[in-house]
């Protein structure tokens, strides 16, 4: 177990909230660099073992604390800013803490939260900020969006309050385009449940970066943006095609993290649209890739997805290996692929000799 640290050797540090601003200012419309780490008190902050093994019981000594400290009227937030240090503080939503926060009196929970979300320097009793807000349905969207820029540590609470907010989504999509990694997990999923019209556009287009762990919301997006709508639609724009075929190749190997092409409905309907649109689009190396993705899971023997028949699949991978050959998309694919290159040895050595590519 850690140590409170002496109060007088910490100096004039720097609060996490102030700590994403900076970064804010310097990089306002992409994700921070390494999720801004590392933070202020990174040199304090180590890997603590004091979490209970019994996973119910997570988060309830720092609701504890919170109870004592509500139960006194004269205390005020600076004395909670070191006071977390030593308990466990989960970054999700927790029913110890959000009971706690409800135990107490409305106006002084959210006094409390705000105060730190702004000032604390530990980030544990930070996560405790939003954790309180996020108890509440109203306020303080600016305090919490901007302690969600630190996504991977803030971003699950920061989602929840948000979600909860009735102009929360406008500030979700602010978030998602300044997220990444695991912090984006968390944002685009209360997206996706908002249902927000204005995020749609954004879904359709934006919400799949093709960081690996997009396979965990895949799913969501495909659904709440009504992906099937769209792609059918009679002259979808570039960016959307070519987002839904990222979609589809996401899909197609996602077994293990979210939905795969197994459990999506609509998954013939989309297919036989974008192939329909791919033919007539510009080729490009990543539609040239994405294009061969889908085509070489088509081919597979072991490929058994409702919704798509054998007659279906086997026509859909003669359109989508049509494409692939023709002499503009090889031609193409030939000046540009770089056979030094790690990625592109093993599509050659693999997919393309599988679908007779560029031979």
Known sequence: MNETPEPGLLGNQKSLYEHALQLHRLHPDVALSEDGKPYPDSGLHRTRNSWPRDQRRQGASA???????????????????????????????????TAAALRADRERAQETGRWLVRHSTDRCSALIGPALLAADWDGDIDLIRHIGLLSETFGPLAAIALKRRKAGSESLLWLAERTAGWGRVYIVEALCQVGSRSARPWLLRRALDGDALNGYYVGDVALAADVHEAITANDPDDELI????????????NSGMGMTWNGYHSIRRVLDAHVTHLARQHPTLDRYFTAASIAHHLLKSDLTTPNLPPDHRTDLLNRYVAVLHHEDWSSMARAALDPT???????????????????
């Open 63 to 97: 609701a504890a604390l919170l109870d004592a400290f509500f139960a006194r009227p004269d205390a005020t937030p600076d004395e909670l800013v070191w006071a977390f240090h030593d308990v466990d503080v989960p970054i999700h939503r927790n029913d110890h803490i």
């Open 341 to 359: 290159d790690e990625f592109t040895a093993w599509f050659l050595e693999t997919i393309a000799p599988r679908l007779r590519l560029l031979s």
């Open 242 to 253: 070519d987002h839904t075929g990222r979609l589809l190749h996401i899909m197609a190997g």
